[in-house]
């Protein structure tokens, strides 16, 4: 199965076909941040996700074989037409393979789709990523 970027605005969101456990998909988020050097802790990143959810925000899931090895915020700050992406992390053994690259292009690939013409990279491998491929706007 290919690597997959969904959309959820909730951490019980049913992406995974065989859990073992309840909340397993926020588990095995909190992991994958709490494994990332460049990101604040699982918990801290969870709980202003959350937040966001409360304000119709969503986080990209990066899911290969059934489980999620990416994951990155979109926020809408709701002043302008463009969308923040930030907290990007990827699974400690998908680093340095450019799946980073191909998640952050689904991502905006699906974000266009929905109208976005603008994006915000926060963390700095994110505005690297879009900057490299030119996707900080959408070209007319």
């Known amino acids: 199965m290919p690597l997959e970027a969904i959309a959820i605005n909730r951490l019980d969101a049913p992406l995974m076909s065989k859990t073992t456990r309840d909340n397993e ?23 202003i996700i959350e937040q966001g959810f409360r304000r119709g925000q969503c986080l990209y899931v990066g899911m290969f074989n059934d489980k999620p ?35 952050i292009k689904m991502v905006y690939d699906a974000e266009v789709k929905k109208g976005v013409r603008q994006f915000v990279p926060v963390d700095a491998d994110i505005h690297r990523i879009m900057s490299e491929y030119q996707l900080l706007t959408v070209k007319s």
Not at 34 to 43: A, F, S, Y
Not at 76 to 100: C, S
């Open 25 to 47: 998909l926020a588990e095995r988020l909190q992991a994958l941040y709490d494994t990332d050097d460049n990101q604040p802790d699982g918990t801290e990143v969870l709980a």
């Open 69 to 103: 090895i990416a994951a990155v915020a979109c926020f809408d700050d709701g002043q302008t037409d463009a969308k923040r992406l930030q907290y990007l992390t990827v699974h400690v053994e998908n680093r340095n393979r450019a799946i980073d690259a191909k998640f």
